[in-house]
Antibody, heavy 118, light 109 residues
Framework: EVQLVESGGGSVQPGGSLRLSCAASGFTFSSYYMYWVRQAPGKGLVWVSHINGDGSNTKYADSVKGRFTISRDNAKNTLYLQMNSLRAEDTAVYYC???????????WGQGILVTVSS | QAVVTQEPSLTVSPGGTVTLTCGSSTGAVTSGHYPYWFQQKPGQAPRTLIYDTTNKHSWTPARFSGSLLGGKAALTLSGAQPEDEAEYYCSLSYSGTRVFGGGTRLTVL
């Protein structure tokens, strides 16, 4: 069974840091681009970052560039998002998601809430 | 940054057909934007319906199809079911980055 399970969320003060993890199982993790997407309460989906299969290429939304770092450990089938200098506007549910290929879309995690507040 | 536009809301009758569109502020949407379509129901994580314009996931119901239509990406639902009531998002690629549209709230009524 394909699973993506996020962890590491929670509440943090402005300026603080958090590291999200996404544990993948049930598919060949290293074959897929992986994404972080966030959704503020009551709002739409926003792309945050993505990384290619071997981790050599990363992209970021302008709103998080220089503050967030995406990475992956293919030996552990895990995706990460290091979030530094957090701001109130980073408050959202964060989802990890896979790309699709050859008729297969491993899918999305259940999401994890990050709250940035003093 | 490019802006991706979607209809804020649409209504379809049960058994009816509806087309949702996804436009780009930079011009016509092409296959090079690698359009994706996602469905999200209240309180649930999104799930991917269509990728790379027309390709379906193995579980994507046959009543959903993707295309390019009039310079936009399109998601057509033929034979709407009550369980298709949801928010639908598209996403386009711009030189390696991705932008989501604001979503279309689809009501089946």
């Amino acid at each position: 069974e394909v699973q993506l399970v996020e962890s590491g969320g929670g509440s943090v003060q402005p300026g603080g840091s958090l590291r999200l993890s996404c544990a993948a199982s049930g598919f060949t993790f290293s074959s897929y681009y992986m994404y972080w997407v966030r959704q503020a309460p009551g709002k739409g989906l926003v792309w945050v970052s993505h990384i290619n299969g071997d981790g050599s290429n990363t992209k970021y939304a302008d709103s998080v560039k220089g503050r967030f770092t995406i990475s992956r450990d293919n030996a552990k089938n895990t995706l990460y998002l290091q979030m530094n200098s957090l701001r109130a506007e980073d408050t959202a549910v964060y989802y990890c998601a896979s790309s699709c290929r050859d008729g297969t879309c491993p899918g999305w995690g259940q999401g994890i809430l990050v709250t940035v507040s003093s | 940054q490019a802006v991706v536009t979607q209809e804020p809301s649409l209504t379809v009758s049960p058994g009816g057909t509806v087309t949702l569109t996804c436009g780009s502020s930079t011009g016509a949407v092409t296959s090079g934007h690698y359009p994706y379509w996602f469905q999200q129901k209240p309180g649930q994580a999104p799930r991917t319906l269509i990728y790379d314009t027309t390709n379906k996931h193995s579980w994507t119901p046959a009543r959903f199809s993707g295309s390019l239509l009039g310079g936009k990406a399109a998601l057509t639902l033929s034979g709407a079911q009550p369980e298709d009531e949801a928010e639908y998002y598209c996403s386009l690629s711009y030189s390696g980055t991705r932008v989501f549209g604001g979503g279309t709230r689809l009501t089946v009524l």
